[in-house]
């Protein structure tokens, strides 16, 4: 994986396969759900599954997005090993990915933000 180090203080990003599509993928610690954009939904054999809840997304700089929908088990390979992750679909610029507290967590992510490093 490339990890993106143009400013030392940034989040930490960089390029992952998603069920054979490579990706721009951010890793958030502050979103407690993984987000795609549907420009790579359209790409992937996930399956589009009703939730029983709505995820409300709220940004500093935009209004609140709700979504009652989700990709489930989509497939995401990190540093060669295989995980599932259920993606909401949200857009966004300049990412395809987001993954956050949920998927980190539930596969024991360790992220150095200092040397800019994620370990599974």
């Known amino acids: 994986m490339t990890v993106e180090e143009e400013n030392p203080n940034a989040m930490i990003s960089g390029t992952l396969l998603l069920e054979d599509v490579y990706i721009?993928?951010?890793?958030d610690l502050g979103a407690t759900h993984s987000f795609e954009t549907p420009k790579v939904a359209s790409k992937l054999s996930c399956v589009l599954v009703e939730m029983d809840y709505k995820v409300c997304v709220s940004a500093p700089v935009e209004l609140a997005v709700t979504s009652?929908?989700?990709?489930?088990?989509?497939?995401?390979?990190?540093?060669?090993?295989?995980?599932?992750?259920?993606?909401?679909?949200?857009?966004?610029k300049d990412i395809d990915v987001i993954l956050g507290m949920d998927l980190l967590v539930r596969h024991q992510v360790s992220i150095d933000f200092h040397k800019k490093e994620v370990s599974i």
Do not use: G, Q
């Not at 721009?24 to 890793?27: R, S």
């Not at 009652?68 to 990190?78: A, F, G, H, K, R």
């Open 24 to 27: 721009h993928t951010l890793f």
């Open 68 to 92: 009652d929908v989700m990709l489930n088990d989509c497939s995401i390979i990190i540093n060669k090993r295989e995980f599932h992750a259920n993606l909401v679909p949200l857009e966004f």
